[in-house]
């Protein structure tokens, strides 16, 4: 199974309870394998949903619709041994349809108490489809939720059972409302159609799934999951310490926002990931889950660039993590077609100095984009456009 496993380098000594965990662990990885098995070209997308289980953590996912994104959500739910709760949101969302109605017995005694049964506050996993529809009349109870896990309304306060939320959206947010919770979510990872080389693929896994409705699928149960949880407390991250704070201070000095919150609690998804590999030390690789901190479109393959050179520089001293060893090969003729609509937004005769910087900027990163092709035809291919682009660019400066 492509991703997690206990071949991803260092010590395995999880405490007295190691027997049990490690017996865990393992349902853990025939859920996330059941998933990549019906899911085809998902396994990061899978792999992160684990993670945020292990570390408690919430996901975003972001992506057009018809990517799977409900549909992996929901083939997930029926693994876990708990109450799901799902909702798609519109901007006419009322909290009782989240959080339920307030019990009308109560109401007549003088007070305000929620009939919650089968409704968000009870559930151990949360999804909420098409998140950035939210409202304001439900915004800032969403963002207790999101942010600390608890039911406030009215004289009410309640911790939730949640192992984690999970959003979706095929937009990102567009005003400052909605900014802060879409900040909520920790990680995001971008939900596509898949490679069109893997569709064969897909049409028969989608299809073994229209049949395969009765068989025994792999379960875990929600306490066993915090169980794991309890784990990311205890694992070491002494080693990668130093390494996290630098890559932290060079993410913010690139212009990306890593408030001090999100830098702590980023220390639960890495320690999470050495848990589900059966560590109790992180490894450098387990940085792999800073590649999806991004705020934006742009930041994305900045950010993994940047964590992709901070795990190249110990993995002969630390081994490697499943996933960190695999990272998006650049599609040539995407870079090349970006470079032509670079290249004729520069010749436009009405392009303002703001937008000629930013396709300056651009280019240069698509410059360094271009390296990592490993088909020499191919990255001169790429190459050339870029080239000729430049050089327009450093005539006319």
Known sequence: MAGFGVAAGGRYDMSKDTKQGFLVQDKLHEVLGHLKDLFVGKDEIIDLMGICLVAG????????PGTAKSTTVRELSKLIDGNTFEYLLTRFTEPNELFGPFDIRKLREGDLVTNTEGMLPEASLIFLDELL????????SLLMVLNEKIFRRGRETRKLPALMVLGASNHLPEDEALQAL???FLLRVRCDNVDPGLLDAVLNAGWVMEQRTKEEKPQITVEE????QTLTAKVNLEEIREVYIELVHQLRNSGLQVSDRRAVKLQRVIAASAVIC???????????VLRHIWDTEEQREIITNMVNATIATGLSDTGIHPRAAEHSAPDAEELFREVEHLAAQWSDPEATMAA???IKDRLTHLNGRCEWISNDEQRKYVQAPIDKLWNEIMHMA
């Open 278 to 288: 059966k560590r109790d030390k992180a490894i450098l690789s387990d940085l792999w």
């Open 57 to 64: 953590e919430n996901l975003f996912l972001l992506g057009p």
């Open 182 to 184: 879409f900040d909520r």
């Open 225 to 228: 999951i915090r169980g794991l």
């Open 356 to 358: 000629r910087a930013l």
């Open 133 to 140: 529809n939210a409202n304001s009349a439900i915004l800032n």
